[in-house]
């Protein structure tokens, strides 16, 4: 039987994308992108502080690692917070979260090293909070003939933070000093409270939990019409929705979505955050020039990485999510595994190892415009806060773990950033190939397909009474003007 959730979502899905639905889109971007410049600033900081407060490794490594910790533990609760409370407020919050913690760094005492930390850590918190919630509401927000490639382009800007942190610093360093860099981090708020006052919340969400009322003042909005217009609930026929909670344990229902999320988001951090940590040494090292000279030529690797992203936003449109997943792990297995064996022969008169590292890094750095939105599809509405968090989580984890994999393989005493050496590349890099490997058969044993199909309120397997309960009986619903809808 039809409901008025089905009802409105379908009118929903007809909707034109407006000039709010670009501008929100837009200031979702931009949140993204300054989220990113303020995780990435703090290396740049750490440089300039640890010779002037004479800190130790131990001390710096804390700096370094706690917006990383953050980052787990706001993307799991934030992600939580989502399904029960909603995405916008949350979104919000955690981008002003970010900007506060991030600005405030301008203001501590010389040698603060651990409030340092501490705010570095909700800096953190803010960015994995922000991802946490942001992906759903982007993905809950398009419409299904849209959502393939929209939300999977908007993850080609967001690498724009690292470069623009690295540009910043290289330029304004000197001139504004370590307090004025971590002053920026203070920008953010500006799209925030933008984003407070023009973007709407998730209509999908809205309907999970039965808020029909807002949901369909926000699709009238949309269509162009008056709210009254659309499909009413018959009174005879409202319940309550269904009590939805905010555990993990929820998702460890569907085993098969939980493992293909852990799998997918940790091989996938693992192997990029390898190549970009051990690339440029292992690059100065085979061509004999310096690592700032090296660090040039990886230059192309990254833009290669935009291409890629570019690439993998609209290749999902013909080929899937699926089919573009197993593309992403079983390229990265190929291309860095060749990379491994084959470092140190030469192609056209430069070591193989760089020619083969710039096709790889459409990849295993293009591959995140395909996985990003990918977790907030595979689960249902109800639950893809939850999902997002847990992809984010493992995405923090696997920035942390692989330096220890790669500290260990290399024999190194350095467990955070532990240095290359060319008897350590081949088993290192073969590592990383087999990390994508991993991608690529959980896509092929456990993955699904999303591309096309509408957001599930809830799964097909799902025990508790659908979320869509204000059902409308033949006898009782009400047509929507035909005339209204067209002129919309």
Known sequence: MATEGDDLLELYDKAPLDARY??????????SMFDFFDFFIV??????????WLLTF???????????????IG?????????????????????????????????????????????????GFGVGAAAAVGVPLIVEYTPTRHRTIIPSATVIPVSLGVLAASLIAATLLHEIGWRGLAALGFVPLVPALLMLLITPESVRWLISRGKHAEARR????????????LPQP????????????????????????????????????????????WGPTIVALLMGVSPHEAAHLFVYVSLTGMLGRTAFSFLPQWLGRRRCGEIMGYGVALSLGAAAVFFDRTILGYPAFVVLLIPAALFFDGGFSNIAPYSAEIFPVRLSGRGVGLAQAANGIGKIAGPLCLALIAGA????????????????????????????????????????????????????????????????????????????
Not at 83 to 91: A, M, N, P, V, Y
Not at 112 to 123: D, G, I, M, N, T
């Open 218 to 229: 926000i699709v009238g909005r949309a269509l162009g019409v008056s709210p009254k217009l």
């Open 58 to 72: 131990g001390q710096t490594s804390v700096m370094l690692l706690s917006a990383g910790v953050g980052a787990i």
């Open 234 to 277: 018959a009174e005879a026929t409202v319940t309550t929705a269904p009590a939805s909670g905010s555990s993990f344990s929820e998702l460890l229902v569907r085993p098969k979505l939980f493992w293909l999320t852990v799998i997918v988001w940790f091989g996938a951090s693992t192997a990029n955050y390898g190549v970009f940590l």
């Open 75 to 123: 993307a799991l609760a934030w992600g939580a917070l989502a399904d029960r409370f909603g995405r916008k407020t949350l979104l919000v919050a955690g981008v002003a979260l970010c900007s506060l913690s991030a600005g405030s760094i301008s203001l501590i005492p010389d040698g603060a090293w651990v409030l340092f930390s501490a705010l570095r850590f909700a800096v």
């Open 413 to 488: 005493s350095n467990l955070i950033t532990p240095k290359a050496t060319l008897d350590a590349v081949t088993p290192a890099f073969l590592f990383l190939a087999a990390c994508g490997l991993a991608i690529g058969l959980a896509f092929s044993l456990l993955g699904v397909e999303t591309h096309g199909k509408p957001l599930a309120l809830e799964s097909a397997d799902e025990t508790l009474p659908s979320p869509n309960v204000l059902e409308i009986p033949e006898h009782a619903s009400k047509a929507l003007p035909t005339k209204e809808i067209r002129h919309a």
């Open 43 to 52: 290396g740049f900081l750490v440089a300039v502080l640890a010779p002037q």
């Open 22 to 31: 670009w501008t929100s889109i837009a200031l979702a971007v931009t949140t």
